[in-house]
């Protein structure tokens, strides 16, 4: 057992308007399995990348381990698995990766085919495995549930909490309740880590919410009373000085000299409240506020809004699924569910007309108009301002979304390529809310969303109830929004 040592540390990008952190300071155990959680574009990975030795910065970290980073880069994905996990992790044994990989639910030949033919959830288990036999460090793990379905985030999961000695960033509230005994949470003025699960952790987070919210509203009306008090002063004194300059015969020696101990007293009066009013608003320090969004969904004329009947997504000749059937009624929000690879992907660009392969039958209502979150945000580039011209939506009514979804002003004006990959995916969402549809097709929309932004957009589903057909491995949000589900199998 050691200790990873964070004082005083402050960091921002060269480029940057603003510091990422300022004087933070905690520690942490090397034993602990760590969950790290904060708001989209707080600097997650910037921490990690601290850790790593990548950037410069001010203050101190000190540890005694060696830190591995997760996802791993391949650089040649043609290579055997196994060749691949002999680099990862150099002194290991091949019947200790045998043993990993059984906990992880993967076949034995997964190591002796090549890297590429492994699915992406393939790929993240034989990875972790692998980096977890390197003994001694300790391990940052990265969003590793954006490419694990509901199944293997479980298997997952129970793997983690055999081990110890990591960090792991993840939106996954489930997933993190199963694996972790400490959060790191990233707040809006400093770093805190407390014991448990991120259950725990978000009981206290509400408590300390609650009791912010009502000191709020004291200290509002104090500050509000310390105000006036410094207008009154400031005001008494100036009408002392005013009154040197009267009509008829005065003392102005004598006015002037009672007037500068007054105009003394008052500065020193309102030095004191402005100070009080400072430390009182710097109590406010971890409120997070999370503004309702809205949605304007548009009711179609009859009750059945598209029929899939024995429909198979075809790629390169083959079928990617049995065949699937269901229809999709007003107000139903159907969540597609089934391994990585099953077709859901694929059905939902069969029905947006990204893809066009296919057998069965999908009949799409007269006038049915729909509204498209994808998987990929690569395609994000230039300003948020062109984003919104070029999309067709209101800028001002987007930009008051992305307000709401924890942007700040700042944001609006850097590059879309330069936002965290949470911030990119909060685009495409604010997006669809801009546009007014029959029908929300979403793919696997929260992949990098904070666990804030998710809990305000199942309020937002809960409370306007959208037409919806969407692939989500979040099972909290699956259990709280959808109201049907439909099963791909993998032929």
């Known amino acids: 057992m050691s200790m990873i040592r964070v004082e005083n540390l402050t960091f921002a990008y060269p480029s940057s308007y603003d510091n990422i952190f300022e004087n933070v300071s905690f ?8 969950g790290f959680i904060g708001r989209n574009g707080r600097g997650k990975t910037t921490f990690l990348n601290l850790l790593l030795g990548k950037y410069e910065y001010q203050g101190k970290i000190q540890a005694s381990v060696q830190f591995d980073y997760f996802p791993y880069p391949v650089s040649n994905k043609d290579r055997l698995t196994t060749d691949i996990l002999s680099e990862v992790c150099p002194l290991a044994e091949e019947w200790e990766l045998l043993r990993e990989l059984s906990y992880l639910e993967v076949r034995e030949d997964a190591l002796w085919r090549p890297f590429f033919t492994l699915s992406n959830g393939e790929q993240t288990k034989v990875l972790l495995a692998a980096l977890f036999l390197n003994s001694g460090h300790f391990l940052l793990i990265d969003e590793p549930t954006n490419h694990l379905d509901m199944k293997a985030r479980e298997t997952v999961s129970a793997y983690l909490k055999r081990k110890k000695g990591f960090i792991l960033v993840s939106h996954d509230r489930c997933f993190l309740d199963g694996c972790v005994d400490h959060i790191l949470s990233i707040n809006r003025s400093d770093i805190e880590v407390q ?17 912010e919210l009502a000191q709020n509203k004291k200290l509002k009306k104090s500050i509000a009373t310390m105000q006036k008090s410094a207008q009154r002063t400031s005001a008494w004194s100036d009408r002392m000085e005013a009154s040197k300059y009267g009509n008829g015969p005065v003392d102005r020696g004598y006015i002037g000299h009672k007037s500068a101990k007054m105009m003394k007293r008052s500065k020193s009066v309102q030095i004191r409240q402005q100070r009080a009013i400072e430390e009182k608003s710097h109590l406010l320090k971890n409120l997070e506020t999370a503004e309702d969004l809205k949605i304007a969904p548009l009711l179609y004329h009859a009750d059945t809004l598209v ?37 859901k992907t694929s059905l939902l660009k069969l029905l947006t007309g990204q893809q066009t392969d296919h057998r069965g039958t999908i009949t799409i209502g007269s006038g049915v108009i729909l509204s498209y979150v994808p998987q990929d945000t690569s395609m994000l580039n230039g300003s948020l301002s062109e984003f919104a011209k070029t999309s067709q939506i209101d800028e001002s009514l987007f930009k008051a979304i992305l307000r709401k979804m924890d942007f700040s002003r700042i944001q609006f004006e850097k590059k879309m390529e330069d936002f965290s990959a949470g911030q990119k995916k909060k685009v495409l969402i604010a997006r669809s809310l801009c546009e007014q549809a029959h029908l929300y097709v979403w793919d696997e929309p929260l992949n990098y969303i904070d666990i804030y932004s998710r809990m305000q957009i199942e309020k937002l589903i809960e409370e306007f ?25 993998i032929t």
Not at 466 to 481: G, Q, S, W, Y
Request: hydrophobic share 35%; with cysteine; glycine share 8%.
């Open 27 to 34: 520690q942490i155990d090397t034993d602990w399995r760590l």
């Open 195 to 211: 014991r448990g699960n991120f259950s725990t952790w978000f009981t206290n987070f509400q408590r300390q919410q609650g009791f």
């Open 307 to 343: 029929t899939f009947s024995d429909v198979v997504p075809v790629f390169d000749g083959k079928d990617v699924c049995r065949p699937i059937s269901f229809s999709v009624k007003q107000g139903e929000r159907i969540a597609l569910d089934g391994k990585n690879g099953s077709g």
């Open 465 to 489: 109830s959208p037409t919806m057909i969407f692939v989500e491995h979040d099972l909290a949000f699956r259990k709280n929004i959808a109201t049907r589900t439909v099963y791909f199998s």
